[in-house]
């Protein structure tokens, strides 16, 4: 059964800084990945996703995320952060073999930006 | 601009009445999915549909839950009777596949007193 950790629940970085949100997964076969952000009072959003090709990918708003298949993980990074992203951010996985695999979440980790 | 919409946003509702949650989901997706999210369980998956089939509810309590699809406009969740520990917020979402992205509705904030 698949499975996704994300390691810290809580992230508060200062503006400007970079910042790493950590997620591991476990899979037996080849998978699809996900990062999903929520800001409060909405439903999640897609941030960004792996389906092949390319093990690095990024967002129009300066993620970006890398598949490392050797390690099962799929870090979120920002170089420099802003206010605006404040938000909850989740991992997900689904199984790339099965159309009726479902996409599971992490527990989501929560980024505060300090000023 | 094509989106997931939920209705109602928000309901309070009493100890042991009904509760309907309904969703439309993006035209042509042909899977829905409902979630559930709370400060203690996080991001539950209760059910899902493909081509408004069942394909698992195993997240689902089946004693007062339930989850339609009367047709390919509209998925229904159903709570009978509600009790406070359903106070949460549930979320729709759809897509073209069960296993690649998904869409996400605003969810629907139910708190039962």
């Known amino acids: 059964a698949q499975s996704v950790t994300q390691l810290d629940s809580q992230v508060p970085v200062f503006e400007e800084a970079p910042v790493e949100l950590r997620c591991n997964y476990s899979?037996?076969?080849?998978?699809?990945l996900f990062w999903y952000v929520q800001y409060p009072n909405q439903g999640l959003q897609l941030l960004l996703k792996?389906?092949?090709?390319?093990?690095l990918v990024k967002s129009i708003n300066g993620f970006e995320a890398e598949f490392n298949k050797s390690q099962t993980s799929f870090h979120l990074r920002k170089p420099s952060v802003h206010i605006s992203d404040t938000a909850e951010y989740f991992c997900?996985?689904?199984?790339?073999?099965?159309?009726?695999?479902?996409?599971?979440f992490g527990s989501g980790t929560r980024l505060s930006i300090r000023p | 601009d094509a989106r997931v919409t939920q209705t109602p946003r928000h309901k309070v509702t009493e100890m042991g009445q009904e509760v309907t949650m309904r969703c439309q989901p993006i035209?042509?997706?042909?899977?829905v999915f409902w979630y559930r999210q709370t400060m203690m369980q996080g991001l539950e998956l209760l059910a899902y549909?493909?081509?408004?089939?069942?394909?698992?509810d195993s997240g689902m309590p089946k004693d007062r839950f339930s989850a339609e699809m009367p047709d390919a406009t509209l998925a229904t969740l159903k709570i009978q009777p509600s009790e406070p520990r359903d106070s949460a917020v549930y979320f729709c979402?759809?897509?073209?596949?069960?296993?690649?992205?998904?869409?996400f509705g605003q969810g629907t904030r139910l708190t039962v007193v």
């Open positions: 549909f493909r081509n408004r089939a069942p394909l698992d």
């Open positions: 792996y389906l092949s090709g390319s093990t």
């Open positions: 979402a759809s897509g073209f596949d069960v296993n690649t992205e998904a869409f």
């Open positions: 997900a996985v689904s199984d790339q073999g099965s159309s009726a695999s479902k996409i599971i």
């Open positions: 035209l042509g997706h042909n899977t």
């Open positions: 899979s037996s076969v080849s998978v699809y």
